[in-house]
Each structure stands twice: as structure tokens, then as C-alpha cells.
């Protein structure tokens, strides 16, 4: 199974495009095991957030990379929670994320 097969059976399914930017962001990471654990899915959703906040936001994919972060920061919870891993999992999420976005206030400013 690839990542593209562990997307098409989430439910319910993601819109083509972001099911396409979504197995390109893991593609390009090296993800292409059978179901991508939570900390992959949200290292990704990490490197796609840190390439949106050095753009500012200005361009008109960023409304897609900010859409495919937000779908894998949501995969990576709901497959932490089916793995019964979700305990500290969020709290890790949220820190994780907080501090990307403390490094892109700086680089901003």
C-alpha cells in the first residue's frame, strides 16, 4: 500500500486537489509506507507551514498549503487517537506548531 492508498481510505475523502497536495507534501518527505504514523503527519504539516510563513502568505498556493498543514495536523490526531496514542499527542501538536510560528514572527520582522 502506498500513502495514496492510506489517503483514499480515509473518510471522508479529501477534494482531488488537496488529496493530491497532501500525497505530494508526504511524497516529498519520504513517506510512502503503508499508513503514515501521527508524528510523520505532522512533520509534514510542519515543513509545509514554516515554506507558508517565510512567504507571508502572499501568493494564491499558499491558500492551498495552508489547507493540506491543516488537513495533516487533523490525520495525524485522528490516526494518533485510532493507534490509541492520542494522550500527550495534542499538547506536543500545539507546541510544536506554536514554536514554527514564533520562528516565522521573527524572520518577518
Given at each position: 500500500?502506498?500513502?495514496?492508498?492510506?489517503?483514499?481510505?480515509?473518510?471522508?475523502?479529501?477534494?482531488?486537489?488537496?488529496?493530491?497536495?497532501?500525497?505530494?507534501?508526504?511524497?516529498?518527505?519520504?513517506?510512502?509506507?503503508?499508513?503514515?504514523?501521527?508524528?510523520?503527519?505532522?512533520?509534514?504539516?510542519?515543513?509545509?507551514?514554516?515554506?507558508?510563513?517565510?512567504?507571508?502568505?502572499?501568493?494564491?498556493?499558499s491558500?492551498?498549503?495552508?489547507?493540506?498543514?491543516?488537513?495533516?495536523?487533523?490525520?495525524?490526531?485522528?490516526?494518533?487517537?485510532?493507534?490509541?496514542?492520542?494522550?500527550?499527542?495534542?499538547?506536543?501538536?500545539?507546541?510544536?506548531?506554536?514554536?514554527?510560528?514564533?520562528?516565522?514572527?521573527?524572520a518577518?520582522?
Amino acid at each position: 500500500m502506498t500513502d495514496a492508498d492510506w489517503l483514499s481510505k480515509r473518510s471522508p475523502a479529501p477534494p482531488e486537489e488537496l488529496a493530491s497536495a497532501i500525497r505530494d507534501a508526504l511524497k516529498a518527505r519520504n513517506i510512502t509506507s503503508d499508513a503514515p504514523t501521527p508524528t510523520e503527519l505532522l512533520e509534514t504539516a510542519q515543513s509545509i507551514l514554516e515554506k507558508v510563513l517565510k512567504t507571508e502568505c502572499e501568493t494564491r498556493e499558499s491558500a492551498l498549503a495552508l489547507l493540506t498543514a491543516d488537513a495533516l495536523v487533523t490525520y495525524a490526531l485522528e490516526v494518533a487517537n485510532e493507534a490509541g496514542q492520542l494522550a500527550g499527542f495534542p499538547e506536543q501538536a500545539m507546541k510544536s506548531l506554536a514554536e514554527i510560528e514564533n520562528t516565522g514572527d521573527t524572520a518577518r520582522k
